[in-house]
C-alpha cells in the first residue's frame, strides 16, 4: 500500500502536477525508471482511474483505493516472465487484442509495462500499433530504465517522463510554471496542429515563453517525430490531419532561427504564421 503523500510527491517530481489536476493526461508516459518510477508508476496509474471531482489521483475515491492497494481491475501489469530474456511479444498482442475491450469499472485501462527495457523489437512494433490508434478509453504508462532501448516511434508517441532528484537531472524545465517540458510540447505541437486555429495560435503563444534550451528541445523532439509520421505514412499508415511536410519544414526554419539567434516570440510567430491555414482555420 502505497501513502497517497509519497504519490503526489512522485507526481509533482515529474511536473505532471498540471495535467493530473486539469484532467488533460497523455494516452501513453514512458517513466524513466531509475527515477523512483515506481511510486511516479502507482500515482499516475491512479490518477488515470480516479473518479474524484479534484485534483488527481484523490486517493479517497474507490478506484484511487484500489489502485492504491494494487487491486484495480483495470490496471493491469505487463512484466518479464522469470525465465524469459525478454518480454514476449505474444504478451504484447494480448494487450493490443484486449485493449479493445471496454474497461470493467473506471473510465478507462491503463496498461503499465513494468521494464520496457526489455521489450524486443518486435514487441515495441506491436505496441506500435496500439500507441499510433489507442482507443479512447486505453492508456500506457511505460517505465524502461534505458530509454534509449525504445524506439524512436515508439518513443514519439509517448510523453516523456524524469524527475530531477536533488536537482540534478533538470531536463522538464518545470516547477517554475512552466508547462512541462519539450516532451509535452511535442505531443502538444501535434495535437494543436490536428485540432483548430484557436487551438494552435494558444500552442505557438506559449512557446514565446520557453526557455531557449527547451525550446531547442522542442524542435528537435517535433522535427524527429514529424519525420517517423511521414515515414509511417510512406509505409501505408493512415494519413493524418496536419501535413507533416509542412510541419517538417517550418520546424527547419525553427530550428535555422534559433540557431541565428532569433527571439522565441518570432519563432512562434513563423510557426503560426506558416501553419496555421493547415490546422483547418
Ligand atoms: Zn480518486
Known sequence: MIRI??????????GLEDALASGALSHAYII???SGGGETVSALAAAMVCAGAGSRPCGQCAHCRKALSGAHPDIIYVDKP?????????????????????P???????YIIRNASELSVSGQNALLKVLEEPPKHVSFIIA???QSRLLPTVRSRCVELRSAPGGGDDVSGSGDGAPGGAADLVMEFFDAMDSDALAFVRFTFSLQNQDRAVLAEFIDGARAAASARLRDEALGA?????DMWRALRALEFARDYLQANVS?????????????PASGR
Do not use: T
Open 238 to 242: 493512415k494519413p493524418r490531419r496536419a
Open 264 to 276: 522565441a516570440g518570432h519563432i512562434a510567430g513563423m510557426l503560426c504564421a506558416e501553419l496555421l
Open 32 to 34: 524513466h525508471a531509475e
Open 104 to 110: 470493467n469499472e473506471a473510465d478507462r485501462k491503463v
Open 5 to 14: 503523500a509519497d504519490m503526489l510527491r512522485a507526481v509533482r517530481s515529474v
Open 144 to 146: 524502461a530504465d534505458d
Open 82 to 102: 522469470d525465465d524469459k530474456k525478454e518480454i514476449p511479444v505474444r504478451s504484447i498482442r494480448e494487450i493490443v487484442k484486449d485493449a479493445a475491450v471496454l
